[in-house]
């Protein structure tokens, strides 16, 4: 061995060691905080679904969450947005969004908004991952990593889905570039995360799907033709809640009225429905699509839960977008199965990958959330589905600062913002 690769193993064993610590300790504390915070969204939503009188509390609610934040200084709040521009910038992120995101994502799970729970994920790891490195007098240049880690070590906590976890961290910030310096500590810290949650008694998502057909040209032409068509879902989903978001902030100037607004909205469409299938994350709706093979939804649901999502967010509550994601794509399985020959809890868990694909515009995360929550036997269904649904879903995604560096068709280079 020549004498400067010696220094340079040495160099790297130095780096190493120091983002193993930092992912050690991000994972514990981050899962720890995840872990707790998954747990209240479980009480919460226990709690609401017993006493259902709750969701006309709704517009209160809000009102609250927008005073929340007015008086912590952040009337503005950029949430995921934020995030993902400050890897891209090597920029810091608010130590204070860890607080503001989860008390307000659990008073929106309380009262019956439509959102799902990642929001916090991105934004709580975001935000401690680059906490810890400060207390720990890491360099600026690091701030890219820090934060990575974070998220990777929230995601991995609330999801129990790791190697997804470790990939969206790294993929999801800009489209086409993948951040292969924060693989270790992203690891380390995503397992960390799952091993403290699993602990603390946070519960997973994981559902395989046991029924899966031989894959045959046949299965490829229709899972194909089915990915297409959860791709143009998936980029209605990103119009509508962007559209919507506009809509609102552009008729109702004050905070305070719009959350309101937004609020009575949702009110009025659960009474509508009859029911509260589509508030809260939807979780249960999700568990029976794939595990209940009698479940049948109205072929029109996927629809109703992009709307409650839609006018939930764009009053100001607050959430995540990617646990509805879930919710869309496994109610569309769940209504075309029959039509594209497949058994509805195979054509649901396709449904849930290729729309997560197509609003993350995350294909190997999508690759991997789908092993770690179904299992590896469908893995020929999900490569298809996901292959396709990346190329139709167009630049299109629900985090407006998310970028399109590489073109999804060629290797040009377009460097700009989904849609």
Not at 4 to 21: A, M, N, P, V
Not at 357 to 365: D, E, F, Q, R
Request: charged content about 10%; overall charge neutral.
């Amino acid at each position: 061995m020549s004498s400067e690769y010696l220094t340079h193993l040495w160099k790297d064993l130095k780096s190493g060691l120091k983002w193993i610590c930092f992912g050690l300790i991000c994972g514990a504390v981050i899962g720890a905080v995840s872990a707790v915070f998954a747990n209240l969204i479980v009480l919460v939503t226990g709690i609401r679904t017993t006493h259902g009188w709750l969701i006309f509390l709704l517009p209160l609610a809000g009102l609250g969450i927008i005073f929340y934040y007015h008086i912590l200084g952040a009337d503005r709040p950029r949430g995921t947005n934020l995030v993902l521009d400050s890897i891209r910038n090597n920029e810091s992120v608010p130590v204070k969004m860890a607080p503001l995101i989860i008390v307000s994502t659990v008073i929106t799970h309380l009262f019956g908004g439509s959102v799902g729970r990642e929001g916090a994920a991105l934004q709580v790891g975001g935000s401690l991952g680059y906490g810890i490195g400060h207390l720990l007098h890491f360099h600026k240049e690091d701030r890219r990593r820090m934060i990575m880690c974070g998220m990777a070590a929230s995601f991995s906590a609330l999801f129990g889905t790791p190697l997804a976890a470790t990939m969206l961290a790294m993929e999801i910030t800009t489209v086409g570039i993948m951040y292969h310096s924060a693989l270790l500590p992203c690891v380390v810290a995503s397992l960390t995360a799952h091993f403290v949650a699993e602990a603390l008694g946070a519960g997973e998502m994981s559902m395989i799907v046991e029924s899966v057909p031989e894959f045959t040209p046949m299965h490829f032409l229709m899972t194909a033709v089915f990915a297409i068509c959860c791709a143009m879902v998936s980029v209605l989903f990103c119009v509508a809640m962007h559209k919507v978001k506009h809509q609102m902030a552009d008729r109702f100037k004050n905070p305070y009225i719009r959350v309101l607004v937004s609020g009575i909205l949702v009110v009025i469409m659960t009474m509508l429905v009859g029911d509260q299938t589509y508030n809260g994350t939807g979780s249960a709706i999700i568990s029976a699509c794939i595990k209940d093979s009698s479940f049948h939804i109205a072929p029109y649901g996927f629809l109703l839960k992009i709307l409650f999502t839609a006018v939930t967010l764009s009053g100001g509550y607050q959430g995540g977008e990617i646990v509805p994601s879930l919710f869309i794509g496994a109610t569309f399985g769940n209504a075309c199965a029959h039509i594209f020959g497949l058994d509805p809890a195979l054509a649901a868990a396709i449904g849930m990958t290729c729309v997560f694909c197509g609003v993350t515009n995350c294909p190997i995360a999508s690759l991997m959330i789908a092993f770690e929550m179904f299992g590896f036997k469908p893995a020929p269904f999900f490569m298809a589905a996901v292959a396709m649904t990346y190329l139709f879903s167009g630049n299109y995604g629900i985090y407006a600062s998310q970028k399109i560096h590489f073109s999804k068709f060629d290797p040009a280079v377009i460097d700009e913002n989904t849609h």
